[in-house]
């Protein structure tokens, strides 16, 4: 597509083919049509990219990309930054999938309100038997929201990509692996820049067993610390509020089971 309004950078590796699928299959069939997507592979194992490839071949607007070796998804997303052709980048994950209406609505949304640099929404989780909950996050969120935890969820997030190139990406310090989000919106909110929630869900957002399995105690560690960081450039670090620095580490201490129970009872 000549011109699109919106590029849609997804970087995937050994991705789950019927996942994928149903991920693009969401994307294509958005009330909004002018958006390409950037799917980026990054350095899948030869099986898992031919599945991609073919995946991609759904839609004339999926361009698909590669890096030879797995470099990591801030990588994969400042690739598809640098080659996207349109004013505004949407995120998504090659296991979630956007409602209808999603991009028509986030697209309004930052054509109106130019005070926001950018737009998310709250999302269903889901596992494999369905959704099971909903996430809901501030709607116009406040430096002190990031205490608690991220309050955008990222695959829901339509940018300006001129805030997006203005703070430099997204870091690929690996320290801040499977971080970066975070990261960004509180150099984002350092940097001055705002952000806006639409207040219903607009994705379907996969979090069971397995997403829980992928929060190590070595992340946890790598959180805490980029709390503390993140914390003092917002203003917020002070003895008040040493325990929501330590949070990542409390949690991590906690059997798995009861913290996906108690995900289940906080997002019901």
């Known amino acids: 597509m000549k011109n699109p309004e919106i590029t849609i950078a997804m970087g ?3 991705p789950q083919p019927a996942l994928l699928e149903r991920s693009l299959c969401s994307l294509i069939r958005q009330r909004f049509t002018g958006w390409e997507l950037l799917l980026y592979d ?6 898992h990219a031919r599945k991609i490839l073919e995946a991609a071949e759904a839609d004339v607007r999926i361009h698909p990309l590669r890096g030879e070796i797995n470099r990591g998804l801030a990588h994969a997303l400042n690739v598809c930054i640098r080659r996207a052709a349109s004013p505004y980048i949407a995120r998504m994950d090659d296991d979630d999938e956007s409602l209808p209406e999603r991009l028509a609505e986030e697209y309004a949304l930052l054509e109106r309100e130019n ?7 709250w999302a269903l989780l889901t596992d494999g038997d369905g959704a099971w909950g909903v996430r809901r996050v501030p709607e116009t969120p406040q430096p002190e929201d990031f205490l608690l935890n991220s309050p ?6 339509l940018f300006r990509r001129t805030v997006l190139e203005a703070a430099g990406g997204y870091r690929t310090d690996p320290a801040l692996r499977l971080l970066e989000d975070y990261d960004l919106f509180m150099r984002l909110y350092a940097a001055g820049q705002r952000g806006y929630n639409i207040p219903h869900p607009l994705l379907r957002y996969r979090e069971d067993r397995a997403a829980l399995r992928r929060r190590t105690y070595g ?3 790598r959180e805490a610390r980029l709390r503390l960081d993140g914390f003092r450039s917002l203003g917020l ?3 008040a509020t040493l325990p929501y620095v330590i949070k990542p580490l409390v949690a ?3 059997p798995p ?11 019901r």
């Open 237 to 239: 670090l002070r003895t």
């Open 12 to 14: 995937v590796y050994n």
């Open 257 to 267: 089971g009861i913290r996906h129970a108690a995900d289940r009872y906080l997002n």
């Open 152 to 157: 955008f969820i990222h695959p829901s997030v």
């Open 115 to 121: 005070q926001y640099g950018w737009v998310g929404s």
């Open 219 to 221: 992340r946890r560690i």
């Open 252 to 254: 991590g201490l906690i």
């Open 42 to 47: 990054d350095g899948s194992d030869p099986p």
